[in-house]
Nanobody, 127 residues
Framework: QVQLVESGGGLVQAGGSLRLSCAVS????????MGWFRQAPGKEREFVAA????????RYADSVKGRLTISRDNAKNMVYLQMNSLKLEDTAVYYC????????????????????WGQGTQVTVSS
């Protein structure tokens, strides 16, 4: 059984930084492309960032480009989201997701395309 557990969320002032982590257990981590999504109160879940199986290719939502960075450590079965220059509008529950894929390069941005999800971690940005 594949499990994803996020950590690292919290309360931070605008302009500050946080680093989210996602630990993946079960299955073969190297076979998963990984993504981060977020959901703010009253809004739909939205794509934030994703990374291919090797970690050599990434995609970002326009709203986070240049501020958030996704990375992975295949030796540790971990994926990270470094969040810098945080804004009030970044406040949301952040979810880690795994896409079981044969493709080495394909990166997906729709939540329905992901197979496994974590429970989420709250990020709150204050003024």
């Amino acid at each position: 059984q594949v499990q994803l557990v996020e950590s690292g969320g919290g309360l931070v002032q605008a302009g500050g930084s946080l680093r989210l982590s996602c630990a993946v257990s079960g299955g073969l981590f190297n076979n998963y492309a990984m993504g981060w999504f977020r959901q703010a109160p009253g809004k739909e879940r939205e794509f934030v960032a994703a990374i291919n199986r090797s970690g050599g290719s990434t995609r970002y939502a326009d709203s986070v480009k240049g501020r958030l960075t996704i990375s992975r450590d295949n030796a540790k079965n971990m994926v990270y989201l470094q969040m810098n220059s945080l804004k009030l509008e970044d406040t949301a529950v952040y979810y880690c997701a795994a896409d079981v894929t044969q493709s080495l390069n394909l990166i997906k941005v729709l939540s329905i395309q992901y197979d496994y999800w974590g429970q989420g971690t709250q990020v709150t940005v204050s003024s």
